[in-house]
């Protein structure tokens, strides 16, 4: 049984391993036994509340005097026996309790986050990670020459996450910190951790970035696109955000990013490439995701706060791809055309929020790109009032296009005379009006158009005015309902229903 409170100030005194060891030696096998009791006694705050500088001396101590061992047993590959890989396991997993047991010593105490600074464990912790980094690595590189349990023992990447969780704790909220961890591991070492084959090393080391960059006016933010190394740390993070093994917070990392007002830089670094398509959906999560007492304490003045500026930029880049989505509301196929119909889909989104990216939904020229191209898909595919809507359509390229298009129209000259007489004057209501129909590749597309049409009459006379003006062109029979023994016919400028014998079809 062992007892918490002696053991925690036998390692305060320096007993283990310090100017008061009874051995020369540290026996990490007994201390990893102490470690493990001792970290589930930290879980109580007043427990965590001894923790003093002298304490944390011990433990910088502790984890120097193991780093030195295994780096003695490791260093010679020909020499080394089964007892040296047994005493370095034992000696990884002590490591890896004493940096578990930092990492519990700070949770709601901020006094010790500044004692860990000020001792120089977050520079033990930063050596740590290199130096455990490097004999995974060298074991996986050699593991013909070493004992199969080093080479897959999970033991020394325990130490890396754990050390990795320290650094990020430290991190937070703290600029002093931040340029120390940037100094160090930028880039090389984020490289190195963000290719390793564990993914809680990956998303550690997110952690990490996120912290550094993820507020307005981060230096380290901006430093990520000045050189091939920085650009290269965006790249991999944003593979990472793929499914099926999408990482949390390699997501956020990109979130901050792109609330920090850098979705333009990240985009042009990943454009022409599936990874854009992935930042897309990074965007339009983060644009439909309500605010919640995680991310809010994670982002802070950020949280959902996306710039305008990623708008407006989706906005040109739909017009720089009018073809595209041209061709596409046609029923062609265009390379990478998921890319701008995801864009058109996100601004629908963006452009029903008003008073939020109102910037967004007074975009003129934006209004009339968006209005020219339903104008043009309906010149080169007219849509048709009789098509039978018994068949079963398979989805092409051409589905959702025309309602995505209208949805836009719609959002942008609801209350906004300027954009309900400009999409008027273009041609645009005209082409509405034509999209009052059911068409199967275009799910709802008729609840969109009419309710398009009442958005650019409302409050709008000469709109009004233009609609009463058109001029009846006859009635479409609709076979459904022949079948049911109803029928129209026009008397004058009415219609009217009667009901008829059924007829088989």
């Given at each position: 049984?062992?007892?918490?409170?002696?053991?925690?100030?036998?390692?305060?005194?320096?007993?283990?391993?310090?100017?008061?060891?009874?051995?020369?030696?540290?026996?990490?096998n007994?201390?990893s036994?102490?470690?493990?009791?001792?970290?589930?006694?930290?879980?109580?705050?007043?427990?965590r509340?001894?923790?003093?500088?002298?304490?944390?001396?011990?433990?910088?101590?502790?984890?120097?005097f193991?780093?030195?061992?295994?780096?003695?047993?490791?260093?010679?590959?020909?020499?080394?026996?089964?007892?040296?890989?047994?005493?370095?396991?034992?000696?990884?997993?002590?490591?890896?309790?004493?940096?578990?047991?930092?990492?519990?010593?700070?949770?709601?105490?901020?006094?010790?986050?500044f004692?860990?600074?000020k001792?120089?464990?977050?520079?033990?912790?930063?050596?740590?990670?290199?130096?455990?980094?490097?004999?995974?690595?060298?074991?996986?590189?050699?593991?013909?020459?070493?004992?199969?349990?080093?080479?897959?023992?999970?033991?020394?990447?325990?130490?890396?996450?754990?050390?990795?969780?320290?650094?990020?704790?430290?991190?937070?909220?703290?600029?002093?910190?931040?340029?120390?961890?940037?100094?160090?591991?930028?880039?090389?070492m984020?490289?190195?951790?963000?290719?390793?084959?564990?993914?809680?090393?990956?998303?550690?080391?997110?952690?990490?970035?996120?912290?550094?960059?993820?507020?307005?006016?981060?230096?380290?933010?901006?430093?990520?696109?000045?050189?091939?190394?920085?650009?290269?740390?965006?790249?991999?993070?944003?593979?990472?955000?793929?499914?099926?093994?999408?990482?949390?917070?390699?997501?956020?990392?990109?979130?901050?990013?792109?609330?920090?007002?850098h979705?333009?830089?990240?985009?042009?670094?990943?454009?022409?490439?599936?990874?854009?398509?992935?930042?897309?959906?990074?965007?339009?999560?983060?644009?439909?995701?309500?605010?919640?007492?995680?991310?809010?304490?994670?982002?802070?003045?950020?949280?959902?706060?996306?710039?305008?500026?990623?708008?407006?930029?989706?906005?040109?880049?739909?017009?720089?791809?009018?073809?595209?989505?041209?061709?596409?509301?046609?029923?062609?196929?265009?390379?990478?055309?998921?890319?701008?119909?995801?864009?058109?889909?996100?601004?629908?989104?963006?452009?029903s929020?008003?008073?939020?990216?109102?910037?967004?939904?007074?975009?003129?020229?934006?209004?009339?790109?968006?209005?020219?191209?339903?104008?043009?898909?309906?010149?080169?595919?007219?849509?048709?009032?009789?098509?039978?809507?018994?068949?079963?359509?398979?989805?092409?390229?051409?589905?959702?296009?025309?309602?995505?298009?209208?949805?836009?129209?719609t959002?942008?000259?609801?209350?906004?005379?300027?954009?309900?007489?400009k999409?008027?004057?273009?041609?645009?209501?005209?082409?509405?009006?034509?999209?009052?129909?059911?068409?199967?590749?275009?799910?709802y597309?008729?609840?969109?158009?009419i309710?398009?049409?009442?958005?650019?009459?409302?409050?709008?006379?000469?709109?009004?005015?233009?609609?009463?003006?058109?001029?009846?062109?006859?009635?479409?029979?609709?076979?459904?309902?022949?079948?049911?023994?109803?029928?129209?016919r026009?008397?004058?400028?009415?219609?009217?229903?009667?009901?008829?014998h059924?007829?088989?079809?």
């Amino acid at each position: 049984m062992v007892d918490v409170e002696i053991e925690f100030d036998r390692i305060r005194r320096g007993v283990w391993g310090g100017p008061q060891a009874t051995k020369p030696y540290i026996e990490w096998n007994d201390l990893s036994r102490v470690l493990t009791s001792l970290l589930e006694w930290t879980k109580s705050h007043e427990v965590r509340l001894k923790f003093d500088e002298v304490m944390y001396n011990s433990i910088k101590d502790l984890l120097n005097f193991a780093k030195t061992d295994v780096e003695k047993k490791v260093k010679t590959i020909s020499t080394i026996t089964q007892r040296d890989v047994d005493t370095v396991t034992v000696t990884m997993i002590a490591t890896a309790n004493i940096i578990r047991l930092l990492r519990n010593s700070v949770a709601g105490v901020p006094q010790n986050q500044f004692l860990q600074v000020k001792t120089g464990l977050l520079d033990t912790l930063m050596d740590c990670t290199c130096f455990y980094y490097s004999v995974t690595e060298k074991c996986h590189r050699e593991k013909h020459k070493y004992p199969y349990a080093m080479v897959y023992s999970p033991i020394s990447v325990q130490v890396i996450r754990a050390s990795l969780q320290v650094i990020s704790n430290l991190c937070v909220g703290n600029q002093a910190v931040q340029g120390a961890v940037w100094k160090r591991l930028y880039p090389t070492m984020f490289s190195t951790l963000l290719k390793s084959i564990d993914t809680k090393v990956c998303d550690f080391t997110c952690v990490i970035l996120f912290h550094c960059t993820g507020w307005i006016g981060s230096p380290y933010a901006d430093a990520l696109f000045e050189n091939q190394n920085g650009q290269q740390i965006v790249l991999t993070s944003l593979k990472l955000c793929e499914q099926p093994n999408c990482l949390e917070w390699a997501t956020m990392f990109i979130e901050g990013l792109i609330c920090a007002s850098h979705f333009i830089s990240v985009y042009e670094l990943c454009q022409n490439t599936p990874l854009s398509y992935t930042l897309l959906e990074i965007l339009a999560a983060k644009l439909e995701s309500k605010p919640s007492p995680m991310k809010k304490k994670a982002f802070g003045e950020i949280e959902s706060a996306i710039p305008v500026t990623s708008f407006l930029y989706l906005a040109k880049l739909v017009a720089r791809h009018k073809d595209d989505l041209i061709s596409l509301g046609t029923g062609k196929e265009v390379t990478d055309g998921g890319g701008p119909v995801r864009m058109m889909h996100i601004l629908g989104d963006v452009t029903s929020r008003i008073g939020e990216f109102d910037r967004v939904r007074c975009n003129t020229p934006f209004l009339q790109c968006i209005v020219g191209i339903l104008i043009e898909v309906n010149r080169r595919v007219p849509v048709k009032f009789d098509t039978d809507r018994s068949l079963d359509v398979t989805p092409d390229a051409s589905f959702g296009i025309r309602r995505g298009l209208i949805r836009i129209i719609t959002n942008m000259s609801c209350k906004n005379k300027t954009h309900q007489d400009k999409v008027r004057e273009l041609g645009g209501l005209e082409a509405v009006l034509n999209h009052c129909v059911v068409d199967k590749q275009n799910p709802y597309m008729p609840q969109w158009a009419i309710f398009a049409v009442r958005m650019l009459t409302d409050d709008n006379d000469d709109n009004k005015a233009w609609v009463a003006s058109l001029k009846s062109q006859g009635v479409v029979q609709d076979d459904e309902l022949k079948k049911l023994g109803i029928e129209h016919r026009l008397e004058g400028d009415k219609v009217r229903t009667e009901i008829i014998h059924p007829v088989d079809m």
